[in-house]
C-alpha cells in the first residue's frame, strides 16, 4: 500500500529537550516536505527536499532542521523545542510534477511543556 | 498578501443538500495547480480534487465539483448530496509554476480552513 509513514503520532516533551519526528514514504517520490498545522493559520511548509541530499527553506524554517540522506526517509528535527513548537505536524511526498497531489502522513501532534 | 483565502471559518448544511466552499487565490504565475484536501477529526488530510490553470472543463469526482472561475480566481468546491461524514475540516491549497519540462518546485500554500458540519 502506498504510504507516507511518521512516527510518533502523538509526543510530549519539555523545553530544550532534542527530539526526532521520522517520515518514511514507500512511493519513490523525489520531493518531500513538512507543515506545522495550527489554528486559523492553516498549512505552512518548514522544510521541503526535491531529492537525496538536497534540501530548502520554507515558510516558517526557524527552530527545525532536517535531512535527506535516503530517497524515503525524512526526519524532522528539533534540537531545542520551545512551546511555540506545539503543534499538528505532516510529512508530505509527491512525485515532482504540478498535476500530482501530495500524499500525507498521518500526522504528529507535539505538545513541548 | 493571501494567496489563498477562505472566507468562511464554519459552514452548515442538511444531509442530502448540496454545499459551496469558498476558495480564492492570488497569483501572477500563468501556471499553477489548485487543491482540495479534507481532514476529518481523526487528523489525516485527504486529497479530494484538482484543477489546472490550463484545464478547460471545471474538474469532478464523485459528489465532488471543482467551480473554477480563472477571472475571479476563485475554485470553490462543491459537494453534493451532503453526508455526515463530510463532516470535516476542508483545505484549499495552491502550487504555482513549473519549469519548460513539465517539473514543479513549487510548495503547496494552504487556505485557513472551513470547518462543514452535516445535520441529520
Redesign the interface.
Known amino acids: 500500500e502506498a504510504q507516507v509513514t511518521q512516527n510518533p503520532r502523538y509526543l510530549i516533551t519539555v523545553t530544550g529537550k532534542k527530539l526526532t519526528v521520522t517520515c518514511s514514504q514507500n512511493m519513490n517520490h523525489e520531493y518531500m516536505?513538512w507543515?506545522r498545522q495550527d489554528p486559523?493559520?492553516?498549512?505552512?511548509?518548514i522544510y521541503?527536499s526535491?531529492n537525496v541530499e538536497v534540501t530548502d527553506k520554507?515558510?516558517v524554517p526557524e527552530g527545525y532542521k532536517v535531512s535527506r540522506k535516503e530517497k524515503r526517509n525524512f526526519p524532522l528535527i528539533l534540537e531545542s523545542p520551545s512551546p511555540n513548537q506545539t503543534s499538528?505536524y505532516?510529512c508530505?511526498s509527491r512525485i515532482?510534477?504540478?498535476?500530482t497531489?501530495?500524499?500525507?502522513g498521518?500526522?504528529t501532534?507535539l505538545t513541548v511543556v | 498578501a493571501q494567496k489563498i483565502t477562505q472566507t468562511q471559518p464554519g459552514m452548515f448544511v442538511q444531509e442530502k443538500e448540496a454545499v459551496t466552499l469558498d476558495c480564492t487565490y492570488d497569483t501572477s504565475d500563468p501556471s499553477y495547480g489548485l487543491f482540495w484536501y479534507k481532514q476529518p477529526s481523526s487528523g489525516e488530510m485527504i486529497f479530494l480534487i484538482y484543477q489546472g490553470s490550463y484545464d478547460q472543463q471545471n474538474a469532478t469526482e464523485g459528489r465532488y465539483s471543482l467551480n473554477f472561475q480563472k477571472a475571479r480566481k476563485s475554485a470553490n468546491l462543491v459537494i453534493s448530496a451532503s453526508q455526515l461524514g463530510d463532516s470535516a475540516m476542508y483545505f484549499c491549497a495552491m502550487r504555482e509554476g513549473r519549469d519548460a519540462g513539465g517539473t514543479s518546485y513549487g510548495k503547496l500554500t494552504f487556505g485557513q480552513g472551513t470547518i462543514l458540519t452535516v445535520h441529520p
Open positions: 516536505s507543515y486559523g493559520l492553516g498549512l505552512r511548509q521541503y526535491m520554507g515558510d499538528l505532516f508530505a515532482i510534477y504540478l498535476n497531489e501530495a500524499f500525507f498521518q500526522g501532534r
